[in-house]
């Protein structure tokens, strides 16, 4: 009896914490995401075109 209570605890526990750790991966891989296609955006705003040494900057 006492291993069938045990491993209905460890299973809930089990399902606790991979949902936890699940939604906190998926929050971060969103939020980095987010932060990285927020740079893209701005690093393409303008187009660099290079000449020899020179870069000209077009908006």
């Known amino acids: 009896?006492?291993?069938i209570i045990r491993k209905?605890?460890?299973e809930n526990f089990y399902f606790y914490f991979f949902n936890w750790g699940?939604?906190?991966f998926s929050?971060?891989?969103f939020y980095c995401k987010k932060?990285?296609?927020a740079f893209s955006n701005e690093f393409n705003k303008y187009k660099?075109?290079?000449k020899g040494n020179?870069?000209?900057q077009l908006a």
Do not use: P
């Open 8 to 10: 209905g605890i460890s």
């Open 1 to 3: 009896m006492n291993n």
């Open 48 to 50: 660099y075109i290079s």
């Open 54 to 56: 020179l870069s000209v």
């Open 35 to 37: 932060i990285l296609t």
């Open 27 to 29: 929050a971060s891989y």
């Open 22 to 24: 699940y939604f906190y």
